[in-house]
């Protein structure tokens, strides 16, 4: 096993290399120490922009080998050429007594990998179908017959995530105890991400604060050792919530394409990462129309290309091997069926709230969250703090609608589902709080691409 | 987490009750403090102080994981998924030797099975040790069946019928069966 971990640090490795082409070309950054500065958000830009072209390609009958991984990797890598070399070395900011608070978090960040390492593949959603469609991408591509097997639990859910474990496939062999520590890169990415943006921006004891809740948080260490989609749907919805921050306060438009590739990929990952993505760029749309209707605009044509390129693919070849999608249409539709289960609201709304700011799954981070925003208002960076509610309380009108819409038993699905599909919005408060607690008037900063 | 203990026990309750002694000593200790600070960073101070009071009982819990799952056979973590679902990973030895890999199966459950868990991981668990053959829906149109606890003949019309396990104490007899068309 130990030379099938070279093998995943060697895929994860293509995806960081592909991830850091992406976000050039993109104009986040152009220098070696802009790199340094962003290799969190590269990776994860990496990782969903393989996934999206992974599924594409599965959709058009190719299948990916080893060399067709590295191939697919090479092309976003291109970017690097927008990069200049360094006049000067890297450069850090200053760090403070409380940057100490970096050790303790790398440590429980090592400490989960060691307890990853050890981790089997257990958990019921993983075994019965995401890491068998990996295997299947391994070894057969995108096969219509086997995808479309009776035994196969829900065969209608996107495949970025299998796509990509099947990339670690053609390096490790099928070994599946590797899976968690994938998942732990992902979520690596995202804390380092949150560090990336926040650092710079926000107030060090925020960022600290809720990097080291986002660490210890039991419903991360939970998740992390199921191996299932719920971690990377919510770190590349998350993500995509950040880079939105930066194009909506910073006016950066590296930070609108970067929103769109993660958001894709978010729409990629699960039927829910489509929801949340129709939620953050109508958050966006929102947040600038007052200012400027062609912003808004501008927003709501990001987020449908996100769709478009994350979802849409997958959905007509769903629809065309007539596989019964769970998500479909019908249940916005179906108006009946909600009147006559509106009875369900108060039980959704009140299970999910509980569920998002339960201490013993996130610790504080929601109060954290809504004390630093309350403070954020108060202090005129309006726009800002508009945006980040209705990301959040759209996000969460969509989980509960779902909830609200599902033909299968509520207290079930509520059972087994609420505590993990509230991540995404628990990692998008996460991420958003440093940076709502900048001290600076937010419309007046403008960035400068390191 | 797979080693995680249901309940906290004598040594969870102990962290418990110290990290709930030291984060109010902390924030006894910080209060003057937080009186002067601004509100973000007051709340990110009590959130800090709360989770870092946290820490020895998620470490724990991640060590009780770690004292489990390190003393997992190759066997047991290979089925550790189905063994979760009340379904031992050998319950299919033999089955792949038995169904041509180009063939199609189908799996059948019947409800003497006492797990419910274990009739609805039974499907997935065949594709896997079946990997690549692909599962149809209908018996009949099925080239083999699978069955757990119900005779293939009384699902459908049959040519050969192998007796995979023989049923044991509570665990009913698995059958595959080459289908007659």
Same mark, same amino acid.
């Given at each position: 096993?130990? +030379?099938?971990?070279?093998?995943?640090?060697?895929?994860?490795?293509? #995806?960081?290399?592909?991830?850091?082409?992406?976000?050039?070309?993109?104009?986040?950054?152009? *220098?070696?120490?802009?790199?340094?500065?962003?290799?969190?958000?590269?990776?994860?830009?990496?990782?969903?922009?393989?996934?999206?072209?992974?599924?594409?390609?599965?959709?058009?009958?190719?299948?990916?080998?080893?060399?067709?991984?590295?191939?697919?990797?090479?092309?976003?890598? =291109?970017?690097?050429?927008?990069?200049?070399?360094?006049?000067?070395?890297?450069?850090?900011?200053?760090?403070?007594?409380?940057?100490?608070?970096?050790?303790?978090?790398?440590?429980?960040?090592?400490?989960?990998?060691?307890?990853?390492?050890?981790?089997?593949?257990?958990?019921?959603?993983?075994?019965?179908?995401?890491?068998?469609?990996?295997?299947?991408?391994?070894?057969?591509?995108?096969?219509?017959?086997?995808?479309?097997?009776?035994?196969?639990?829900?065969?209608? !859910?996107?495949?970025?995530?299998?796509?990509?474990?099947?990339?670690?496939?053609?390096?490790?062999? !099928?070994?599946?105890?590797?899976?968690?520590?994938?998942?732990?890169?992902?979520?690596?990415? #995202?804390?380092?991400?949150?560090?990336?943006?926040?650092?710079?921006?926000?107030?060090?004891?925020?960022?600290?604060?809720v990097l080291t809740m986002l660490v210890l948080a039991p419903a991360v260490l939970d998740?992390?050792?199921?191996?299932?989609?719920?971690?990377?749907?919510?770190?590349? #919805?998350?993500?995509?919530?950040?880079?939105?921050?930066?194009?909506?306060?910073?006016?950066?438009?590296?930070?609108?394409?970067?929103?769109?590739?993660?958001?894709?990929?978010?729409?990629?990952?699960?039927?829910?990462?489509?929801? #949340?993505?129709?939620? $953050?760029?109508?958050?966006?749309?929102?947040?600038?129309?007052?200012?400027?209707?062609?912003?808004?605009?501008?927003?709501?044509?990001?987020?449908?290309?996100?769709?478009?390129?994350?979802? $849409?693919?997958?959905?007509?070849?769903?629809?065309?091997?007539?596989?019964?999608?769970?998500?479909?249409?019908?249940?916005? =539709?179906?108006?009946?069926?909600?009147?006559?289960?509106?009875?369900?609201?108060?039980?959704?709304?009140? !299970?999910?709230?509980?569920?998002?700011?339960?201490?013993?799954?996130?610790?504080?981070?929601?109060?954290?969250?809504?004390?630093?925003?309350?403070? *954020?208002?108060?202090?005129?960076?309006? +726009?800002? =703090?508009?945006?980040?509610?209705?990301?959040?309380?759209?996000?969460?009108?969509? &989980?509960?609608?779902?909830?609200?819409?599902?033909?299968?038993?509520?207290?079930?699905?509520?059972?087994?589902?609420?505590?993990?599909?509230?991540?995404?919005?628990?990692?998008?408060?996460?991420?958003? +709080?440093?940076?709502?607690?900048?001290? =600076?008037?937010?419309?007046?900063?403008? &960035?400068?691409?390191? | 987490?797979? %080693?995680?203990?249901?309940?906290?026990?004598?040594?969870?309750?102990?962290?418990?009750?110290?990290?709930?002694?030291?984060?109010?000593?902390?924030?006894?200790?910080?209060?003057?403090?937080?009186?002067?600070?601004?509100?973000?960073?007051?709340?990110?101070?009590?959130?800090?102080?709360?989770?870092?009071?946290?820490?020895?009982?998620?470490?724990?819990?991640?060590?009780?994981?770690?004292?489990?799952?390190?003393?997992?056979?190759?066997?047991?973590?290979?089925?550790?998924?189905?063994?979760?679902?009340?379904?031992?990973?050998?319950?299919?030895?033999?089955?792949?030797r038995l169904i041509p890999a180009s063939s199609t199966y189908a799996t059948v459950v019947?409800?003497?099975?006492?797990?419910?868990?274990?009739?609805? %991981?039974? %499907?997935?668990?065949?594709?896997?040790?079946?990997?690549?053959?692909?599962?149809?829906?209908?018996?009949?149109?099925?080239?083999?069946?699978?069955?757990? %606890?119900?005779?293939?003949?009384?699902?459908?019309?049959?040519?050969?019928?192998?007796?995979?396990?023989?049923?044991?104490?509570?665990?009913?007899?698995?059958?595959?069966?080459?289908?007659?068309?």
């Amino acid at each position: 096993m130990t +030379t099938d971990l070279l093998g995943l640090l060697l895929v994860n490795g293509c #995806f960081l290399v592909a991830g850091a082409g992406v976000t050039c070309a993109a104009g986040w950054w152009r *220098s070696p120490s802009g790199f340094v500065h962003s290799s969190g958000l590269s990776y994860l830009c990496g990782v969903t922009t393989y996934g999206v072209v992974a599924q594409l390609l599965y959709v058009l009958g190719v299948g990916l080998s080893q060399w067709g991984v590295i191939a697919v990797c090479a092309v976003p890598a =291109t970017g690097l050429v927008r990069a200049r070399r360094s006049r000067g070395g890297l450069t850090f900011r200053r760090l403070s007594r409380i940057d100490l608070l970096a050790l303790p978090v790398a440590a429980i960040l090592a400490l989960l990998a060691v307890d990853l390492w050890y981790q089997p593949l257990w958990a019921y959603d993983a075994w019965t179908f995401w890491t068998p469609k990996a295997h299947a991408l391994y070894a057969l591509g995108l096969d219509p017959g086997w995808f479309t097997s009776a035994s196969l639990a829900s065969p209608d !859910y996107p495949i970025l995530l299998p796509a990509v474990e099947a990339a670690g496939f053609h390096f490790t062999g !099928y070994e599946t105890g590797l899976l968690d520590l994938q998942s732990w890169l992902f979520f690596a990415g #995202f804390v380092a991400t949150i560090y990336e943006l926040g650092a710079r921006r926000g107030r060090p004891i925020v960022l600290w604060a809720v990097l080291t809740m986002l660490v210890l948080a039991p419903a991360v260490l939970d998740q992390l050792a199921s191996a299932e989609a719920d971690i990377p749907v919510a770190v590349f #919805f998350a993500a995509a919530g950040l880079c939105s921050w930066s194009w909506l306060v910073e006016d950066r438009a590296a930070g609108l394409v970067l929103a769109t590739v993660l958001g894709a990929g978010a729409a990629a990952t699960k039927v829910e990462g489509t929801m #949340f993505v129709i939620a $953050l760029f109508l958050a966006l749309g929102i947040a600038t129309a007052r200012g400027s209707a062609r912003r808004s605009l501008v927003a709501l044509g990001a987020g449908a290309v996100a769709l478009a390129v994350g979802a $849409l693919p997958w959905r007509i070849w769903v629809h065309g091997h007539h596989i019964a999608n769970q998500a479909s249409l019908g249940r916005v =539709t179906g108006i009946s069926f909600l009147v006559e289960h509106a009875t369900r609201l108060p039980v959704v709304f009140g !299970y999910v709230a509980l569920k998002l700011v339960d201490p013993r799954a996130w610790l504080l981070l929601l109060p954290l969250a809504v004390v630093v925003g309350v403070e *954020s208002y108060r202090r005129g960076q309006r +726009t800002q =703090t508009s945006f980040a509610i209705a990301a959040v309380a759209l996000g969460f009108l969509g &989980v509960a609608f779902a909830y609200w819409s599902t033909p299968y038993s509520l207290h079930y699905q509520l059972a087994t589902s609420a505590r993990r599909v509230v991540t995404g919005l628990a990692f998008l408060v996460a991420g958003l +709080t440093p940076l709502l607690a900048r001290d =600076t008037d937010a419309s007046s900063r403008r &960035v400068d691409v390191p | 987490m797979l %080693g995680v203990p249901a309940s906290p026990g004598a040594v969870g309750w102990l962290l418990i009750a110290f990290g709930v002694v030291a984060i109010g000593v902390a924030l006894a200790r910080a209060r003057r403090a937080l009186y002067r600070t601004d509100l973000s960073s007051a709340a990110a101070v009590i959130s800090l102080i709360v989770a870092i009071g946290s820490a020895p009982y998620i470490v724990w819990r991640i060590a009780e994981d770690l004292r489990y799952t390190t003393k997992l056979g190759a066997y047991d973590a290979t089925f550790a998924g189905p063994v979760q679902a009340y379904l031992p990973g050998y319950l299919l030895d033999g089955a792949s030797r038995l169904i041509p890999a180009s063939s199609t199966y189908a799996t059948v459950v019947s409800s003497k099975v006492p797990w419910a868990p274990a009739r609805t %991981g039974f %499907g997935p668990l065949a594709m896997d040790i079946l990997f690549p053959r692909r599962a149809v829906a209908e018996p009949r149109t099925a080239d083999f069946i699978v069955t757990w %606890g119900i005779a293939p003949n009384r699902v459908t019309s049959t040519r050969r019928t192998w007796v995979l396990r023989k049923a044991s104490g509570t665990v009913p007899a698995i059958y595959v069966a080459r289908v007659d068309h």
